[in-house]
């Protein structure tokens, strides 16, 4: 990821700097610039050695120039902007909608505009909780940028409040439909691993054997495609446990079937037949939907319970997978 106003700041270690960590030698030869700011650089693959960029911050710093790419601030305050909003659910305490695929859920750098909360704020005004920071008001919980699906965000702060605790202790009913590459086994499971930034890539989660934060995700096998001994995709429902970044698509490939159309954890293409249904159905990001969420409303005590059928691109590969 490259920001294109990004200002350009330059260091050479010496080989008597080298040996510590790259993010705390770096911290310390650039003192502008904290820890935790190069640690995000290096996470965004904004930092490079000698033309190699480098995206490990526990890595060994090694003698070299460095060059680090500091992208324009964002905004102190997100804008309003009338963008449609497919709205479930409302009242004076909460928003329930159901989020396209492509609309990030709040700013970041290279979504600074066009997200739910750019969209949120047009709509519900000033009434938004601000517990999310000005940056990322009303939001409790978030579903990547291309998974479509159900949100809810917070307009008071009790209601955020009572929504983070929910969200805290597993007290959600969250499910998603995943169409994805030949078909995890067995037929229904349960997946708990632990989750956290992968080693190689910064930019990526993994499963890892120690560290990170435990993931569980529930799964079903709906429907296969294909021949049924060797299925060409599946149908899955997987309802969370846990919320942790990326976890259903990590998981699915972890299974060895991951999300049709991922382009970071794809790991290999689908046959033939599958990648043909990709093209005319259009699909053009990860076949993930949030399609269930339930809740007692932190406010009201009623309980809530919302369903949203997948969009067009993933209905129509989905049709056009059962004519396989």
């Known amino acids: 990821m490259a920001f294109e ?5 330059r260091v050479t270690l010496t080989a008597e700097q080298a040996g510590g960590r790259l993010d705390k030698t770096l911290a310390e030869a650039l003192p502008d610039l904290s820890r935790a700011r190069i640690q995000a650089l290096l996470a965004q693959g904004q930092v490079s050695r000698d033309g190699t960029t480098l995206s490990d911050a526990s890595a060994k710093a090694q003698a070299g120039d460095y ?7 964002l905004p102190a305050d997100p804008q309003p902007e009338a963008i449609p909003l497919r709205v479930l659910y409302e ?3 909460l928003i329930v909608v159901d989020k396209p695929a492509g609309m990030a859920a709040h700013p970041a750098p290279g979504n600074e505009t066009g997200t739910l909360v750019n969209a949120l704020l047009a709509h519900c005004g000033a009434s938004l909780s601000g517990i999310g920071g000005v940056v990322r008001p009303g939001i409790v919980h978030r579903i990547d940028k291309e998974t479509s699906g159900i949100l809810v965000a917070a307009k008071t702060d009790a209601a955020h409040q009572g929504l983070s605790a929910l969200f805290a202790a597993h007290d959600i009913d969250r499910a998603y439909v995943a169409l994805v590459r030949g078909a995890p086994q067995p037929a229904k499971g349960t997946i708990v691993t632990r989750l956290g930034r992968s080693s190689s890539d910064r930019k990526k989660m993994a499963v890892l054997k120690t560290g990170g934060r435990e993931a569980i995700t529930h799964y079903v096998v709906e429907r296969t495609f294909g021949p049924a001994e060797k299925p060409l995709a599946a149908r899955v429902s997987c309802r969370l446990e846990t919320g942790r970044t990326h976890q259903i698509r990590v998981h699915m490939a972890s299974k060895g079937s991951p999300c049709l159309g991922d382009p970071t954890y794809g790991s290999g ?3 033939a037949p599958v990648r043909e249904a990709m093209a005319q159905a259009a699909l053009t990001r990860q076949a993930l939907h949030a399609a269930v969420l339930g809740f007692v409303h932190p406010v009201t005590g009623e309980t809530l319970r919302f369903e949203s059928p997948p969009p067009p691109d993933m209905a129509t590969l989905e049709a056009l997978l059962s004519a396989l």
């Not at 106003?5 to 700041?9: G, P, V």
């Open 5 to 9: 106003d990004a200002s350009a700041r």
């Open 269 to 271: 293409p689908p046959a």
């Open 67 to 73: 060059r680090l790419l500091i992208p324009p601030p």
């Open 91 to 93: 009242d004076a305490y």
